[in-house]
C-alpha cells in the first residue's frame, strides 16, 4: 500500500441548490469556485448534479448533451485553467445512450486537462417512507470500476453519494492507497438527518482517512429536498470544517501526517484478512432461514 507524500493541502467544498437550469447552476459554481481560490484553495469539490436537478426524465433527456458538447464541463474546465486549481466537479448528469445518461464525475487539473472520470456505481432506486420515491437506475447507466486519482501527491479515492452506504467500496480504495476519500453528494433532507454524519465519519474511522463530501442543500426548482451539511471529516472521525443549508464555500486545511497516524495507531487497513462466507443450504433472502419441505 502506497503512502501520499505531500503533507497538507488547503481544499473547499462548493455547497449548491442546483436548478433544473445548466447555464444558471453554471454560473453560480463558477462565482463560488472563484471564492474557494481566492480563498487559497488548491483543490475544490462541487456537489453531485452540478449542472442540473430534474426529475422529469423527458426534460432531462431534452437538456443533457453528450460529455464534449455539455457546456458546464467546457465551462469548468476553463476556470480551473484560469484560476489554475484541481477542479473536481462532484458529478454533470451527461447523456451516453438515446435514454440514458451517466452520473459522473469528472476530475480537472490547472490545465484544465481531465485527469480522471468516475461513473457512479451504485443506483438509488428507494421509496421514502414520506412518500418520496427515487428510480436513478430508470434514467442512469451505473459505472462498473472503481477510481483512484492524484491531486499533487495526494491519492484520492473518487465516489458519489449512494456510493456512501456500501463500505466495501472505501477499504478497496484505502487498500489501493487513498488517503483521502471524496463523497460529493445530493442527499435527500430525511437520510441526511438520519445518516450523512455517521456514514461519513464511519468510513473515515474506517480507513484511517480523509472524507470531503460537497452537498446540495435547500429546497430546489424541481421541490426535492436535500441535506446540505456538506462535511470535511478527519482520518480520528472528526468533522473539521461543515456547511449548513444555502450554498457557500467550505474550506479546510488537511495535514496527510494525519493519515499516518490514524492508520498507525489503529491499523486496521494492514490487519484485515480475506475470508469465506459459507452459506447454509436452505437460507433464503436476507438471511431467512426458509423451513425444510
Not at 144 to 172: H, N, Q, S, W
Not at 214 to 240: C, K, M, Y
Amino acid at each position: 500500500m502506497t503512502c501520499d507524500t505531500r503533507q497538507t493541502l488547503r481544499v473547499a467544498l462548493v455547497q449548491l441548490r442546483s436548478s433544473r437550469d445548466p447555464a444558471a447552476n453554471l454560473d453560480a459554481t463558477s462565482a463560488l469556485v472563484r471564492e474557494a481560490a481566492r480563498d487559497g484553495a488548491r483543490y475544490i469539490q462541487t456537489p453531485e448534479t452540478t449542472n442540473i436537478m430534474e426529475l422529469d426524465r423527458q426534460v432531462l433527456f431534452e437538456t443533457l448533451k453528450e460529455e464534449g458538447e455539455d457546456a458546464t464541463l467546457a465551462g469548468l474546465r476553463q476556470l480551473a485553467r484560469e484560476l489554475k486549481v484541481h477542479l473536481h466537479v462532484g458529478s454533470l448528469a451527461v447523456k451516453v445512450a438515446e435514454r440514458k445518461a451517466a452520473n459522473r464525475a469528472y476530475l480537472i487539473d490547472p490545465e484544465g486537462a481531465i485527469t480522471a472520470r468516475y461513473d457512479k456505481i451504485h443506483m438509488f432506486d428507494v421509496d421514502l417512507g414520506n412518500g418520496e420515491s427515487y428510480r436513478e437506475s430508470s434514467a442512469y447507466r451505473p459505472g462498473e470500476r472503481a477510481v483512484l486519482a492524484d491531486v499533487d501527491d495526494v491519492r484520492l479515492g473518487l465516489t458519489i453519494c449512494y456510493d456512501l452506504r456500501f463500505p466495501a467500496l472505501y477499504r478497496a480504495l484505502a487498500e489501493a492507497g487513498a488517503g483521502v476519500l471524496t463523497v460529493p453528494a445530493a442527499f435527500t433532507r430525511p437520510t441526511g438527518e438520519a445518516h450523512w454524519h455517521i456514514l461519513l465519519r464511519a468510513r473515515a474511522i474506517e480507513n484511517g482517512a480523509y472524507v470531503l463530501a460537497a452537498a446540495q442543500g435547500g429546497r430546489h426548482e424541481n421541490g426535492r429536498e436535500t441535506f446540505g451539511h456538506s462535511l470535511v471529516v478527519d482520518p480520528w472521525g472528526r468533522v473539521i470544517a461543515e456547511g449548513d443549508t444555502d450554498p457557500g464555500v467550505i474550506l479546510a486545511e488537511i495535514d496527510l501526517k494525519e493519515v499516518a497516524a490514524a492508520r498507525a495507531r489503529i491499523p486496521s487497513l494492514a490487519n484485515g484478512r480475506r475470508f469465506e462466507v459459507p452459506v447454509p443450504a436452505h437460507t433464503g433472502p436476507l438471511g431467512v432461514v426458509r423451513a425444510l419441505p
